[in-house]
């Protein structure tokens, strides 16, 4: 028996779905064209729209001013700034100053090169991943335009004896407060309770009075360092003093920025021949976890191949500094007063190969960067028992300690935060430190706008216990 063919109906759908199939894959081909405008939306949305909340000049660039008024600076280190201050005096104040070079100041200079990019002019921003708004609405973040290390180090160079107390002859103090009644008087802030603002608090001791007040921000730090003894306060007991609560610090919602390097760059191909082993220069006594630097070094002071110096950041100890950089295999950086310091960015400009010896350690731009790729991480234990650290860096061939320079000479750019501007207002290098700091924050925006929608819906009353953010 003859079969039966197919309803006409089907051959027409079956037809159609062919031409409607051949059509689409046609028109996705790689031959096609992007459409330019949904490139440019792309473009748009990845970037991060910044708010600069309204605050007086005095507690930014004019605490530059008040700086370069001093008749003179007499910390170690200054020797630089004073010749500067000279060459500054009888000059108007309208334009921005330029930051300190005195190393204990300017290794904190990221509120400076941040600033001055949200204030370059829409037609010369280049590619800086930041986008000013006018109104505080459109903005995914409020960025807090407070010099808070400009203002504790000019508190502890005219009087340092009243910095911890809360007295108005401490005008850091005075600062500090005034910034937070301003920014938490604003519609901004009580619309998400602050967790939308960004400070930048690099120097440790910056906003020391008040940290507890804008912990809900996200915060711009060089490690969780200097939170230390706050969140002891909520340890409940707790018997382990290294332990970081973090009630008001974390990974979370807060971003790790580097140190401002203080050691001009060193190109890979201007790179020599090494001779020494390892290198490490700095205060032998510190406090918390700088218990271990001295115990390293009484370790390694005598051993062969290595250069462990007492040292300060004046002009002759950083030529010191990159001599001894520059001439070794290996950068030694244990943790001192703070986990992590200015130490390790001079290492990665010198293409010192870094030795981390730092349990705690939080290191900038991670899940973008991979330190493992140009550093060696060494657990404290292992570091203390004898002879080990230094069989452990022998074993490294040349060929890994060549690979690890080239890919610390493609790091170096990352952590540049000079753009070559007066008052740092210009474009930003697409690749330097203050692009990947915005690109930072704004991967915390999805967990603040649940953090400010969780908040609106809590019935009034009800508490919400302080948790340990761990990731």
């Not at 018997?239 to 979370?252: A, C, F, G, K, P």
């Not at 001295?294 to 250069?307: A, F, M, R």
């Amino acid at each position: 028996m003859a079969a039966k063919s197919p309803p006409l109906c089907f051959v027409l759908t079956l037809l159609s779905l062919l031409s409607i199939t051949f059509f689409y894959l046609h028109s996705i081909s790689p031959s096609s064209s992007p459409n330019p405008k949904s490139s440019t939306l792309s473009i748009a949305q990845s970037s991060l729209r910044v708010f600069i909340a309204p605050l007086p000049r005095s507690l930014n660039y004019g605490l530059l001013d008040k700086y370069w008024a001093l008749t003179s600076d007499t910390r170690i280190g200054s020797e630089v700034d004073n010749e500067i201050r000279k060459s500054l005096t009888g000059k108007g104040s309208g334009n921005p100053q330029p930051f300190p070079e005195n190393p204990i100041i300017k290794q904190y200079s990221a509120e400076y090169w941040i600033l001055g990019d949200l204030l370059t002019p829409d037609g010369s921003k280049g590619e800086s991943y930041a986008i000013r708004v006018s109104d505080y609405k459109q903005a995914d973040v409020i960025f807090v335009p407070f010099f808070a290390t400009m203002s504790a180090e000019l508190q502890l160079i005219i009087n340092k004896s009243v910095f911890r107390k809360r007295v108005e002859e401490n005008e850091d103090y005075v600062r500090q407060k005034m910034v937070v009644d301003l920014v938490k008087k604003s519609e901004a802030w009580q619309r998400s309770g602050g967790r939308d603002h960004v400070f930048v608090l690099t120097d440790p001791v910056s906003m020391y009075h008040l940290k507890d007040e804008i912990a809900p921000a996200i915060l711009l730090l060089v490690d969780f360092g200097g939170w230390q003894h706050l969140d002891a306060k909520t340890s409940n007991g707790s018997s382990d003093n290294e332990m970081i609560h973090h009630t008001q610090v974390s990974l979370l919602k807060d971003v790790i920025v580097p140190y401002t390097h203080l050691l001009p760059r060193l190109d890979i191909s201007n790179d020599r021949k090494r001779h020494q082993l390892l290198y490490f220069k700095g205060a032998k006594h510190r406090h918390r976890g700088g218990l271990v630097r001295e115990k390293l070094w009484d370790i390694l002071i005598n051993v062969p191949g290595i250069i462990i110096e007492e040292g300060f950041p004046n002009a002759t100890g950083k030529e010191q500094s990159i001599k001894g950089m520059r001439s070794s295999e290996f950068c030694l950086h244990p943790a001192g007063d703070t986990p992590t310091s200015c130490r390790l960015f001079d290492a990665i400009q010198s293409l010192c190969i870094p030795v981390i010896v730092s349990d705690n350690i939080e290191l900038p731009f991670e899940g973008i960067v991979d330190y493992s790729e140009f550093s060696v991480f060494v657990a404290v234990s292992d570091a203390l028992r004898p002879n080990w650290l230094v069989n452990h860096l022998k074993s490294f061939s040349t060929e890994q300690k060549d690979q690890f320079r080239r890919n610390m000479a493609e790091a170096q750019p990352i952590f540049q935060y000079d753009n070559g501007y007066p008052g740092g207002v210009g474009p930003v290098p697409s690749d330097g430190a203050v692009n990947h700091i915005w690109r930072k924050v704004h991967q915390k925006i999805p967990i603040i706008k649940e953090a400010v929608t969780r908040e609106k819906r809590k019935p009034a009353g009800a508490t919400v216990p302080l948790r340990c953010h761990c990731i």
